[in-house]
């Protein structure tokens, strides 16, 4: 039985993306199988939205969002405490 652990990368072809991809890559061994998702295909971007993916690049092994990969996103209190919205003095 030839059973291997699915890894998915989702990435926006950026050098951050492309960074994670060969580490990644680097670290996979014979019972992972990698695949690059490009995020601008309207079908990869439904699929991350359907993982709650906010942030690239993010990695989904065996269907589930790795922990480093969520929770992430803009948050609109964070950016506000930065001063988004905030006029000047």
């Given amino acids: 039985m030839n059973v291997k652990r699915k890894i998915e990368v989702f990435s926006a072809g950026c050098p951050v993306c492309d960074e994670t991809i060969e580490s990644i890559k680097g670290i996979a061994c014979d019972s992972c199988e990698v695949s690059v998702l490009d995020i601008n295909d309207p079908n990869v971007a439904e699929r ?34 930065a001063g988004l919205g905030q006029p000047l003095a």
């Fill in 48 to 81: 991350a939205k359907g993982f709650g993916i906010q942030s690239l690049p993010a990695v989904v092994i065996d269907g589930k969002l790795a922990e480093c990969c969520s929770g992430r996103g803009p948050d609109e209190d964070t950016l506000r405490k």
